[in-house]
């Protein structure tokens, strides 16, 4: 089979919440089974709270073409985005407190943001002499905006890291997808 015939496309949908039911014992298992999956695809814990069930990491850089070493990509698409713009990701895992019917929501939700810059511009002569510096925009006198833009979840990754907090716990078993809210 020809690597390329079994793509894998990126899915904007969010990845559904799991529901779980977990005693204290395997909660305190599936908060920090959430924490080590984070941490082995590279993202840094910025925020870890056991008492909220909220885990919260720094935004890094994602996975580009030269650096094969990395997975924090789950797709074709979501690799070369991320080869040919700067994207960066940022994980939050949240479980929720118990409920009256004895079971959690587990939630992953992969935030992506594209770096933004204002595009150089040549208009005179000297803003030549200042083209390939850096926080020089030819066409201001101050400094350029630069800027991170939400472009929006990351349902794929989303999906595979709820699912390997879940295996890693030892509560694969136990899922059943958590019925989304209709209005």
Not at 25 to 44: D, H, M, N
Not at 162 to 181: F, K, T, Y
């Amino acid at each position: 089979m020809l690597a390329g015939c079994a793509a894998r496309y990126a899915d904007p949908t969010p990845a559904a919440p799991a529901q779980i039911a977990v005693n204290d014992a395997e909660y305190a298992a599936l908060f920090e089974a959430s924490e080590t999956v984070i941490r082995r695809y590279g993202w840094p814990v910025g925020v870890s709270d056991a008492r909220q069930g909220l885990i919260t990491t720094d935004p890094v850089g994602s996975q580009h073409a030269f650096e094969f070493w990395r997975a924090d990509v789950n797709t074709h698409q979501d690799f070369w985005e991320s080869t040919m713009a700067s994207i960066r990701r940022t994980v939050t895992v949240t479980i929720s407190p118990e409920q009256p019917d004895g079971n959690r929501v587990l939630e992953v939700v992969v935030q992506k943001e594209r770096y933004s810059q204002p595009k150089r511009q040549i208009n005179n002569s000297a803003a030549v002499m200042y083209f390939f510096r850096q926080g020089i925009d030819a066409r201001q006198a101050g400094s350029p905006a630069y800027h991170w833009l939400e472009i929006g979840r990351d349902g794929a990754m989303e999906a595979r890291l709820r699912d390997q907090i879940l295996s890693e716990a030892g509560l694969g078993a136990m899922v059943a997808q958590a019925p989304l809210d209709t209005p």
